[in-house]
């Protein structure tokens, strides 16, 4: 395993309230470059696409379809691995290793000499990209005091919607010198800076007293608590260590009830849709009869307010909690669906005038509405809702069900608007939207202003 500087054991003086919040917003700041990162690789295939065959001879479908669906799969085997390694080895060394992935295939795949070694490059991005979607989220939450968590976490979604509309910024600027390389070589600069960053970052404390290593823990909780909550802390993520196989504890039954919560708010992410508008929206809005600078517009609009809804998200869910941006979210995206399949039932194939103008808006309001409550709460619930010892094999479930509901539902999309359209497609999506929210409304905790332990001792 490789060796990474573990902090000193000495105990630094007591630090100002001022000076505890800035290192857990650093810590969270540096460690959410691997969001920014997993929503630029992902984002950015869609235009560096349209100018591989410069390189590389005309691209068939198929071809296309394997260097866009191979991150997919690559995410998958990333995620199932970063837990483990994370449970194991600790949740900095597994961000470290991760950014080391994330160098090799963004510059590999920028120097690709031949396709076959591209599409080998977008698996590797692939691998950090499902590890980082998961480690990113577990060690904020574990660094983060209770009060905050909620926005720290979602620091990530942030970066992720972030790195998503950078990705299409980029992408639209570079069109014009065709210049693919540069599109998937640019990530190699937050790349390098989470590596860099992470280096002189802390191990989570919740992980290293798991391994019964107090003192380290100790030491670096005085860096992002109050010290007078710190033992109290210690003792209770300590009480919380039993001696169970790890294996066996992620099929206990009170575990097994949270991974079904986990892995279905997971599918529900992603079946409900959100990824055939972000990877496919200009495609579709150009395929319904806008022309070709209205849908790159749309496409960008309808990024800034990803970014946008999710910075309300971000001053919301400490305040109002998990679920009520949950279900107001996903009851706004539910509307949105049928109106914007409704538009496809009048408008027919080609949306002109008012049907395209109600269209976009829906397109817009469906897209803020995943903002403000699924796309962060699902990835912050998942690193609330397990127990400390297996967190990061419990999270990498519900991530791998992330990616491989992603992969079926972006895989198949295409397919799917041909042989049932707009409508059919958007009332599919929107039911299962409305399926969705009963089960939310049924299942889904609140975990607001509650610290972890707490959150752990309670689970049914
Ligand atoms: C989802 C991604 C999606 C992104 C869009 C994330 O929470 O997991 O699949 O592309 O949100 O903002």
Redesign the pocket.
């Known amino acids: 395993m490789p060796k990474f500087p573990t902090p000193s054991r000495k105990l630094p003086p007591e630090l100002t309230a001022h000076t505890i919040r800035r290192h857990v917003f650093w810590a969270a700041a540096i460690t959410a470059v691997g969001g920014l990162l997993f ?1 630029y690789d ?1 984002g950015v295939v869609s235009g560096a696409l349209l100018f591989l065959h410069v390189d590389f001879g005309k691209m068939s479908s198929f071809d296309k379809e394997l260097v866009t669906s191979l991150l997919l799969v690559g995410a998958m085997v990333g995620a199932f691995f970063a837990g483990k390694v994370a449970d194991r080895i600790g949740r900095r060394p597994t961000v470290l290793i991760t950014a080391v992935l994330f160098i090799v295939g963004v510059l590999g795949a920028a120097l690709s000499p031949s396709f076959s070694f591209l599409v080998v490059m977008r698996f590797v991005i692939g691998i950090a990209v499902g590890s980082a979607s998961m480690v990113v989220p577990l060690y904020i939450g574990e660094a983060a005091p209770p009060q905050i968590r909620g926005a720290l976490v979602s620091f990530n ?1 942030l970066a ?2 972030s790195g ?1 509309l950078t990705a299409y910024l980029v992408d639209y600027g570079l069109a014009s010198s065709e210049n693919w390389r540069l599109m998937f070589g640019l990530a190699t600069i937050p790349a390098a800076a989470l590596f860099v960053g992470m280096l002189f970052q802390h191990e989570s404390p919740h992980w290293l007293i798991a391994q019964g290593r107090e003192d380290e823990a100790r030491v670096v909780l005085h860096r992002v608590r109050a010290s007078t909550d710190i033992e109290a802390e210690i003792s209770e993520v300590r009480a919380l260590r039993h001696g169970k196989s790890r294996a066996r504890e992620l099929f206990d039954p009170s575990v097994r009830a949270m991974l079904t919560v986990g892995v279905l708010l997971a599918v529900f ?2 079946v409900t849709g ?2 055939t508008i ?1 990877y496919y929206a200009p495609t579709l809005l150009h395929g319904a009869g806008l022309g070709n600078s209205a849908s790159l517009l749309a496409n960008v609009a309808n990024g800034a307010v ?1 970014v946008g809804m999710t910075i309300v998200a971000i001053r919301l869910i400490d305040r109002v909690g998990r679920r009520p941006l949950l279900l107001g979210g996903t009851t706004g995206m539910a509307v949105a669906l049928i109106v914007l399949a409704l538009a496809f039932v009048i408008g027919g194939n080609h949306l002109t005038g008012a049907t395209a103008i109600v269209a976009i808006g829906a397109l817009l309001v469906y897209t803020g509405s ?2 403000i409550g699924l ?1 962060p709460v ?2 912050l619930l998942i690193s609330e809702i397990y127990p400390v010892g297996i967190r990061g094999q419990a999270m990498s479930v519900a991530t791998i069900a ?1 990616w491989g509901a ?1 992969f079926v539902v972006t895989g198949s999309f295409l397919t799917l608007l041909g042989a049932i359209h707009g409508s059919g497609t958007f009332f599919l999506f929107g039911f299962l939207t409305l399926v969705a929210l009963v089960y939310f409304q049924r299942r889904v905790p609140e975990t607001k202003n509650r610290s972890l332990q707490a959150i752990e001792h309670d689970l049914p």
Do not use: D, S, V, Y
Request: net charge neutral; proline share 0%; charged share 0%.
């Open positions: 929503g992902t979604q992720i919607t998503i992410q992603q959100i990824n972000i990803n995943f903002a796309g699902f990835w992330n992603n």
